[in-house]
């Protein structure tokens, strides 16, 4: 019996403590289930959810509507423990319309026949205006973000043009035939001396891509952007006669590489053209050749044509160019693997030279430039020999009919562009003539080099730069081009240059240098 009651009271001790602690703790949440807070509209609350429930859950629980927009922290797919606290922000968006003012643009316009320091105000301009829609974004009624998403030009602006003249005092030369230059779109020509200039097409639509007299200087070849869809440009001739207006469309569009006038015809153009594509470079070249005569009323004949459109060899999409020679009896090309000479009469190509095209890992393939000698016998180029990735490139010279090709200057540079001068007498009255053309002053990266402009006699003898003078900037790729007589006063033929977007010319013999033009904006030169 004593036992049995030491045992009861034992028993009641550890009810009577189990009881008193229990009176002591916070009162608890059904098993299974968990108390979460939500803060959503301004109100805070506590709901009370199962056990693994997620954000998205709770505000089902709680019966708050998510619109699409809407967001929450932590995210709608987070699970739950008890106590946590989730909120709901309130996104919405708005779309406003705001009308923008466009300021207009100043330019000024360079023009060497005004005295420099002198100005005229061409265009005045006017502000443009544009109607922007803004996208805002609210957070529980707060602008956090403004972003446009839309522009409507209402009204263009107008640039406002201001005319300087920049003419300088530079000396007078006297120069034999028509000198041509295109300034700033425009065409002019200096006649006698390079102190009287004349514009003879003023549209400032003249892209450059072709710039040529006729042979006897009275019509000038050239090039348009009209800016007409899915066009590239056009060709037309212009009379360079003072007083006589006279511009005719030849009817032929997208000229990239090649258009001349057929030696001792003066109203006849050969020409190839490409196909405008909206990819670099711009086009696919047809490597065709078309012919057509023109009459001074402005009737214009297409011939039948030279050469279909072709591939035209390895990366025959740049395009194929073309020379005349002396005699226009023939033509020679160029392209990026070969030279060649082309018959007119039946459209026979021969192959003079076959070269490694240069690999130049980019939207452009490189092609020599070349020139005939004065009698037709011979062709100077630029020879690229392996490897395609190679940067050696010499000056070449090729008997027309192929029986030989001879190395005359090595490492001259891709963009040496050999220019023959006219025949020459020599003082023992025997005929000569020089070769002019371009030397890679950083021969082993000619593509990005500047050059100087070198003169040899034709058997690549007796060199002498003419320019720039040693230590001074060099000149960029360019075609120079000869005299059509020696100059006056001289027995000395000269060079006609582009050099910091001004002319220059330079004695062949002497080299004494003249600059002619100083607005900086002078991009091709012609002289016939």
Request: charged share 20%; glycine share 12%; net charge negative.
């Given at each position: 019996m004593r036992l049995y009651h030491s045992g009861l009271r034992l028993t009641l001790v550890w009810l009577a403590a189990a009881l008193l602690l229990g009176s002591c703790s916070p009162p608890q949440v059904s098993?299974?289930?968990?108390?979460?807070?939500?803060?959503?509209?301004?109100?805070?609350?506590?709901?009370?959810?199962?056990?693994?429930?997620?954000?998205?859950?709770?505000?089902?629980?709680?019966?708050?509507?998510?619109?699409?927009?809407?967001?929450?922290?932590?995210?709608?797919?987070?699970?739950?423990?008890?106590?946590?606290?989730?909120r709901l922000i309130?996104?919405?968006?708005?779309?406003?319309?705001?009308?923008?003012?466009?300021?207009?643009?100043?330019q000024l316009v360079r023009n060497e026949t005004l005295p420099e320091g002198e100005e005229y105000w061409l265009q005045l301009g006017q502000n443009g205006l544009q109607e922007i829609t803004f996208r805002q974004v609210f957070e529980d009624g707060v602008v956090v973000s403004s972003n446009p998403v839309k522009a409507v030009t209402l009204k263009e602006a107008v640039p406002q043009i201001k005319m300087i003249g920049v003419q300088k005092p530079f000396a007078p030369v006297s120069i034999p035939?028509?000198?041509?230059?295109?300034?700033?779109?425009?065409?002019?020509?200096?006649?006698?001396?390079?102190?009287?200039?004349?514009?003879?097409?003023?549209?400032g639509d003249l892209d450059g891509r072709i710039f040529n007299l006729s042979p006897d200087g009275e019509w000038l070849l050239f090039t348009r952007n009209l800016e007409e869809e899915g066009t590239i440009n056009s060709l037309w001739v212009a009379a360079v006669d003072e007083g006589v207006e006279n511009l005719i469309d030849l009817k032929v569009a997208n000229v990239v590489h090649f258009a001349d006038w057929k030696p001792g015809s003066a109203l006849t153009i050969a020409y190839s053209t490409v196909e405008p594509r909206p990819g670099a470079p711009g086009w696919q070249?047809?490597?065709?050749?078309?012919?057509?005569?023109?009459?001074?009323?402005?009737?214009?004949?297409?011939?039948?044509?030279?050469?279909?459109?072709?591939?035209?060899?390895?990366?025959?999409?740049?395009?194929?160019?073309?020379?005349?020679?002396?005699?226009?009896?023939?033509?020679?090309y160029t392209r990026p693997d070969s030279l060649g000479v082309l018959e007119l009469e039946?459209?026979?190509?021969?192959?003079?030279?076959?070269?490694?095209?240069?690999?130049?890992?980019?939207?452009?393939?490189?092609?020599?430039?070349?020139?005939?000698?004065?009698?037709?016998?011979?062709?100077?180029?630029?020879?690229?020999?392996?490897p395609a990735e190679s940067q050696?490139?010499?000056?070449?010279?090729?008997?027309?009919?192929?029986?030989?090709?001879?190395?005359?200057?090595?490492?001259?540079?891709?963009?040496?562009?050999?220019?023959?001068?006219p025949l020459q007498e020599?003082?023992?009255?025997?005929?000569?003539?020089?070769?002019?053309?371009?030397?890679?002053l950083q021969p082993d990266q000619s593509e990005s080099s500047r050059y100087r402009l070198v003169v040899r006699d034709r058997d690549g003898s007796n060199r002498r730069a003419l320019f720039p003078s040693e230590g001074a900037g060099g000149l960029d790729p360019q075609q120079v081009v000869w005299s059509p007589q020696a100059l006056g006063g001289r027995q000395s033929y000269a060079l006609a240059y582009l050099y910091k977007g001004n002319l220059w010319l330079v004695d062949s013999l002497s080299s004494e240098v003249w600059q002619i033009t100083g607005d900086g904006l002078t991009k091709r030169v012609d002289w016939k």
């Open positions: 098993e299974g289930r968990i108390a979460v807070q939500i803060t959503a509209d301004g109100e805070t609350l506590t709901v009370e959810v199962p056990a693994g429930s997620s954000v998205e859950e709770v505000f089902q629980a709680a019966g708050v509507t998510l619109e699409s927009l809407d967001r929450t922290d932590p995210p709608l797919y987070t699970v739950l423990g008890d106590g946590s606290h989730v309130r996104v919405s968006e708005e779309y406003i319309v705001e009308e923008e003012v466009i300021p207009f643009e100043q035939g028509r000198l041509a230059y295109l300034v700033d779109g425009d065409a002019w020509v200096m006649e006698g001396t390079t102190g009287i200039r004349r514009q003879i097409v003023g549209p070249a047809n490597n065709d050749l078309g012919l057509l005569t023109f009459s001074a009323t402005g009737y214009v004949r297409t011939l039948p044509p030279v050469l279909e459109t072709n591939s035209g060899g390895v990366y025959g999409w740049w395009g194929t160019d073309f020379s005349w020679a002396p005699d226009g009896a023939r033509l020679a039946t459209g026979s190509q021969q192959p003079l030279l076959e070269f490694t095209p240069l690999q130049t890992l980019g939207d452009w393939a490189w092609v020599p430039g070349l020139g005939w000698s004065p009698e037709g016998d011979f062709l100077f180029s630029v020879n690229h020999p392996p050696r490139f010499d000056l070449q010279v090729t008997q027309k009919a192929g029986e030989y090709s001879v190395l005359v200057v090595p490492d001259v540079g891709m963009f040496a562009y050999p220019a023959p001068s020599l003082p023992n009255g025997d005929n000569s003539y020089q070769v002019a053309y371009l030397e890679a």
